[in-house]
Each structure stands twice: as structure tokens, then as C-alpha cells.
């Protein structure tokens, strides 16, 4: 029977420190424990999960991971036990060990025309290999881990970009969307659409109001805001019967919803931005809600009152 220095190395720290913790019964048990193993014939009865277990504990195990951890490390368990931790031994780097059972991932970002940027630090920056104790694997609650990123004023290429984790803290009106997470509407890793949208958004603030133009936002609301001109229900945004939605959105060169929206949340009612971008100009908005309608006195026109 081979004596393993590895774990005779350990044994005695553990043994001290079970001395210590008369109390703390895991100590102790990993002490027995370890006795244990060190007495086994270790080529032949020790498996990986008989002390690795923990990484396959929690709620959501990744399918390989329980099945055996030579579908993506190459550790020869003897030299491993005996010797101590030699590396990770990948028997691929990531992503190229993941592509290949996810292949159809691979094709996203080969294929899409948007790619999220986050794809470049590994898809371990989200996921976990072995188990996690949230859907699909996640590291982190998935609203928590896209805030964890997005919580800087400026980009990876140094421009300025929305702080979104500020922006929710300071709101008073979040889109409820949002509340459930930033999958709802964003996809993580690639998408065919802008800002990597579940689907079409313009970009820019003058874009022509066909339907089609705005088929993300229809996902969830009735495109009858946009397209009827006289409404007693299609929005609430109008002066008696007359869409003021449709006033703002009509022909070619209309102004896009985040030209009065912030579509992920607000200081104002009905999600209305204080100020817009326009080039290197921040035009207020000022809008006040009041009961039965509202005032805007934007930069581009005097001040204006709607009465439904
Ligand atoms: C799907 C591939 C895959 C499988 C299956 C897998 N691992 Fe891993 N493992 C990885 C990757 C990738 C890393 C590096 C993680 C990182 O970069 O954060 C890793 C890291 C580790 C680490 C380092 C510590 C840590 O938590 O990151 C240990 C220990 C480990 N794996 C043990 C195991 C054991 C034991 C099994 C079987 C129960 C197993 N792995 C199954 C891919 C896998
Ligand atoms: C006798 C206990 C024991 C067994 C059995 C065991 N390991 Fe480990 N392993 C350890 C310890 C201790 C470490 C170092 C601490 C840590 O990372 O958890 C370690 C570390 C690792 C690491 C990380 C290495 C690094 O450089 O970070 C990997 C990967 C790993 N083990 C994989 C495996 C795989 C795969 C098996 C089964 C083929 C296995 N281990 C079996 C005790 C063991
Ligand atoms: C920015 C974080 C992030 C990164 C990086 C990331 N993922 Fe994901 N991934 C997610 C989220 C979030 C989901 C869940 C999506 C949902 O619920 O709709 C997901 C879902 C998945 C799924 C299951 C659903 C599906 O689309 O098939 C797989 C498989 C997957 N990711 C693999 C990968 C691989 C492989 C990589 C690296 C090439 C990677 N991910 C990188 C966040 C990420
Ligand atoms: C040996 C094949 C294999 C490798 C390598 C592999 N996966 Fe998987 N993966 C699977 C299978 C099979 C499933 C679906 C079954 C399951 O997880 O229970 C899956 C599911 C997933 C899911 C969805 C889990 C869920 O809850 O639905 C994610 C995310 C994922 N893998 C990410 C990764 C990442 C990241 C890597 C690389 C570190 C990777 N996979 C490497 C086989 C693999
Ligand atoms: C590891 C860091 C990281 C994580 C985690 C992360 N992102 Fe990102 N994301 C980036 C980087 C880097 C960019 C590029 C812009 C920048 O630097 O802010 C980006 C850009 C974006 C963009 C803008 C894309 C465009 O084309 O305009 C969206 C939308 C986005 N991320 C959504 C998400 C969502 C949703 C999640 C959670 C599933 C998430 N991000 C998690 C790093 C991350
Ligand atoms: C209701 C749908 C919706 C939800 C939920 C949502 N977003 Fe967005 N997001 C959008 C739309 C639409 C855009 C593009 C318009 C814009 O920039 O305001 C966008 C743009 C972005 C951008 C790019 C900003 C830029 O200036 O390029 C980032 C980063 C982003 N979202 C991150 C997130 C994060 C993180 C979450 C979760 C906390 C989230 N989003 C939740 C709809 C959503
Ligand atoms: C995933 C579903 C979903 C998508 C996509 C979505 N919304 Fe919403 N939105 C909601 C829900 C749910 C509410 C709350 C109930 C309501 O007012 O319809 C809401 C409310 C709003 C409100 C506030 C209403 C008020 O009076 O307070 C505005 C403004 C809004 N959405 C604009 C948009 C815009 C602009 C888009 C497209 C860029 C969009 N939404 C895309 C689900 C969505
Ligand atoms: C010119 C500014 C402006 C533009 C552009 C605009 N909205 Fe609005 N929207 C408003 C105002 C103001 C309200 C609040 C109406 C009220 O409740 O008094 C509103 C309300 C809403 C509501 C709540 C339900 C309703 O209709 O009252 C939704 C949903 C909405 N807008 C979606 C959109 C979408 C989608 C777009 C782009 C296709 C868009 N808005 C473009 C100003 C605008």
C-alpha cells in the first residue's frame, strides 16, 4: 500500500486544527477523513468527487461535470493525490473546450452581426463549468452579474456609455421588465439586432416610423401607439383624440421612443428621459404629468400642454 505525502502532509494542519476547534465536528471529520483515504490503495478507489465534491453541490449541475471530470480535465489521480494540485490539465483552453458541445454558440459569434464584448474575457466569466446554484449555471444572479460589468461611465473603449447599475439606483420609475433581469430583452452573447436586442431597435434619434422599425418595443405593447392618428385608447399620451405618439412619429423622419424614453428606468413618471442627447447637446425636457395629461418645454419647441 502506497503512502500518499500529499495528504500526510496535510493530515497533521488538519489534526492541529481539530485540536483547536474541539467543536467544529466538519474539522474533525475531515480529519478522520483524510486518515481514511490515506489508508486506501489510491490508484484504485479514489474518484475525483471524494474531495472535490463541493464543486458539484450546488442546485444546478452542469451535465458533464456529473458525469466525469475527463470530459475536460486530464488529471492522472495518483500523481494528483500524491503530489498536490499540477495545474488545471484542460485537455482544451476555453472557449475552444466548451465549443465542443456547444457548437451552435461558436456559429453565433461567427455568424451574428453583433457580438457582446463580455465574450471576450471566457465564458467562465459567466458561467460556472461545475455547478452554481442559479439557472444555466450562472456565476451570479444573472441581473446581479450583467450590473456587476455595467457599473462604469465609460466603455472598454473608452467611451461614455450609461452607467446602468447608477441609473436604477437613483430612479424613482424602473421599467418593469427590468425588475425580472436583462435577459427579457437582451441576449448574452450574440444577437442578429442592435445592442444585442431580442429584437429590431434603431439606433440613432430620427428613424422612419414604420412598424417593423420598432418591432422590439411591440414585443410587449400594442403598436396601435404609433400607427393610429386619432385614438380614444391606444395611448395615453394624446391631446383629446389626437395621438401625440403619432404626431411625434410619422413619416419618414420621426423621433425614435429614447428621444423621450429611457427604456431602462427613470427620475420621471411614464419613463420620460430629463434630458436627451443630441450630438454634444443635452436637451432638456421638462416634463410635468399632471392628472388628465402633461406639459413638456423641450429645447425644440415652447412649452406645450396635452388634456385627454
Ligand atoms: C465542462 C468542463 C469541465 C468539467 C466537466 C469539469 N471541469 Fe473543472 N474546471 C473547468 C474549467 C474551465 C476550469 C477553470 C475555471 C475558471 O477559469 O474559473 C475548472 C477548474 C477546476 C478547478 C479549480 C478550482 C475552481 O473551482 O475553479 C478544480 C479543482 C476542478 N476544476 C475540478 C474538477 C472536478 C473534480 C471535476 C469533476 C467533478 C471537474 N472539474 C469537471 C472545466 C471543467
Ligand atoms: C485526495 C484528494 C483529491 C483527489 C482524489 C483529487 N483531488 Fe484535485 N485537488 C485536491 C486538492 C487538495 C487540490 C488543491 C486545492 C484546490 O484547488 O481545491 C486539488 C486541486 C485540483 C485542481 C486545481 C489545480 C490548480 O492548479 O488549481 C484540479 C483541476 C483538480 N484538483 C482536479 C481533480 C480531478 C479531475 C480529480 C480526479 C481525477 C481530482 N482532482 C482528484 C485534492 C484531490
Ligand atoms: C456576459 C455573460 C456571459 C458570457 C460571457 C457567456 N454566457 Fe452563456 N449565458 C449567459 C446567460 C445570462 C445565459 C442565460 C440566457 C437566458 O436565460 O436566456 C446564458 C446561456 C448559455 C447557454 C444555455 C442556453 C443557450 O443559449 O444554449 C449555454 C450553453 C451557454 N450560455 C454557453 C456559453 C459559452 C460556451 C460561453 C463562452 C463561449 C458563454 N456562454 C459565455 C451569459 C453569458
Ligand atoms: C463534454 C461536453 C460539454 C462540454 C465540454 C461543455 N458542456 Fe456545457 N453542457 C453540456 C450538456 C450535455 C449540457 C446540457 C445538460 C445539462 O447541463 O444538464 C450542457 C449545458 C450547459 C449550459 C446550460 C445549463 C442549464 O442550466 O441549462 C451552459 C450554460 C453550459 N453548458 C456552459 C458550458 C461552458 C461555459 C462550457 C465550457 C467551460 C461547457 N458548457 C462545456 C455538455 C458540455
Ligand atoms: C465581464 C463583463 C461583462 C458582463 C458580466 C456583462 N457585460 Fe455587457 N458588455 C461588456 C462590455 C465590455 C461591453 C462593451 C461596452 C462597454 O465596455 O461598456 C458590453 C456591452 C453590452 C451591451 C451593449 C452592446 C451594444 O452593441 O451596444 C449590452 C446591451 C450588454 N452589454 C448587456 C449585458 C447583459 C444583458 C449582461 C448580463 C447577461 C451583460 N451585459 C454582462 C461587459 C460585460
Ligand atoms: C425592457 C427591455 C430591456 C431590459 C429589461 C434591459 N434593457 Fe438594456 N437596453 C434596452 C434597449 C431598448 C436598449 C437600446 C436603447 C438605449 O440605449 O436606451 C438597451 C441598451 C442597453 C445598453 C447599451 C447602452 C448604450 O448606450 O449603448 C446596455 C449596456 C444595456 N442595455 C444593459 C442592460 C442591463 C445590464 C440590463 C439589466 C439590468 C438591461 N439592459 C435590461 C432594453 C432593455
Ligand atoms: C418584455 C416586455 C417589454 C418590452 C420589450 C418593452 N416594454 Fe415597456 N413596459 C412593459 C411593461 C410590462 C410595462 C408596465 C405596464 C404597461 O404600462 O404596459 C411597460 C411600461 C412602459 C412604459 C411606462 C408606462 C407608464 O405610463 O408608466 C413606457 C414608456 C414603455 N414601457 C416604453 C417602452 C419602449 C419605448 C419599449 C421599446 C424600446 C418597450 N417599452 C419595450 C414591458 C415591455
Ligand atoms: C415625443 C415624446 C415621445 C416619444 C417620441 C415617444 N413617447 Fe411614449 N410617451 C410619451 C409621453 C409624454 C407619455 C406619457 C403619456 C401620459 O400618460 O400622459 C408616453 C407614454 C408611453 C407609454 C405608456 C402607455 C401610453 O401609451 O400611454 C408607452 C408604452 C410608450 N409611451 C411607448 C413608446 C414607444 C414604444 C415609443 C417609440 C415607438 C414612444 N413611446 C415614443 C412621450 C413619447
Known amino acids: ?19 483547536f476547534n474541539q467543536d467544529n465536528t466538519t474539522v474533525n471529520e475531515t480529519a478522520v477523513y483524510l ?34 471530470c475527463d470530459n475536460c480535465h486530464n488529471v492522472d489521480i495518483k500523481e494528483h493525490a500524491e503530489n498536490g494540485a499540477r495545474g488545471l490539465n484542460l485537455v482544451k483552453e476555453v472557449p475552444e473546450l466548451c465549443y465542443t458541445c456547444h457548437e451552435e454558440i461558436k ?3 461567427s455568424s451574428l452581426p453583433q457580438v457582446h464584448l463580455a465574450m471576450n474575457s471566457g465564458c467562465t466569466s459567466c458561467h460556472s463549468p461545475h ?31 450609461v452607467n446602468i447599475k447608477k441609473l436604477l439606483s437613483y430612479s424613482k420609475v424602473v421599467h418593469p421588465p427590468v425588475e425580472g433581469g436583462c435577459v427579457v430583452c437582451h441576449q ?40 393610429v392618428a386619432q385614438t380614444t385608447s391606444a395611448t395615453n399620451f394624446r391631446d383629446g383624440e389626437r395621438n ?8 419618414p423622419k420621426a423621433r425614435s421612443c429614447i428621444m423621450c ?19 454634444n ?4 425636457i421638462r416634463y410635468i404629468p399632471n392628472e388628465n395629461g402633461g406639459s413638456c418645454f423641450p429645447g425644440c419647441h415652447a412649452e406645450k400642454t396635452y388634456t385627454r
Open 188 to 227: 448574452p452573447h450574440a444577437s442578429q439586432n442592435n445592442y444585442l436586442l431580442i429584437s429590431a431597435f434603431p439606433k440613432g434619434n430620427y428613424v422612419p416610423a414604420v412598424r417593423d422599425t420598432f418591432a422590439f418595443c411591440w414585443e410587449c405593447h400594442d403598436s396601435d401607439l404609433l400607427e
Open 281 to 284: 447637446w443635452e436637451l432638456p
Open 244 to 251: 401625440l405618439h403619432f404626431v411625434h412619429m410619422n413619416g
Open 107 to 109: 456559429t453565433d459569434l
Open 1 to 19: 500500500m502506497e503512502k500518499s505525502l500529499f495528504l500526510s502532509a496535510l493530515l497533521p494542519f488538519m489534526l492541529l486544527l481539530g485540536f
Open 131 to 161: 455547478s452554481s446554484d442559479e439557472k444555466n449555471i450562472l456565476v451570479a444572479q444573472q441581473k446581479k452579474l450583467c450590473l456587476s460589468c455595467h457599473n462604469k461611465d465609460v466603455t472598454a473603449t473608452g467611451e461614455k456609455t
Open 35 to 68: 486518515e481514511d483515504v490515506s489508508q486506501k490503495p489510491l490508484a484504485e478507489e479514489l474518484k475525483c468527487s471524494d474531495c472535490h465534491s463541493d464543486l458539484i453541490e450546488s442546485a444546478v449541475v452542469h451535465g458533464p461535470a456529473s458525469q466525469s
Open 261 to 279: 424614453h429611457n427604456v431602462h428606468a427613470s427620475a420621471n413618471e411614464h419613463l420620460i428621459e430629463d434630458k436627451v442627447k443630441f450630438g
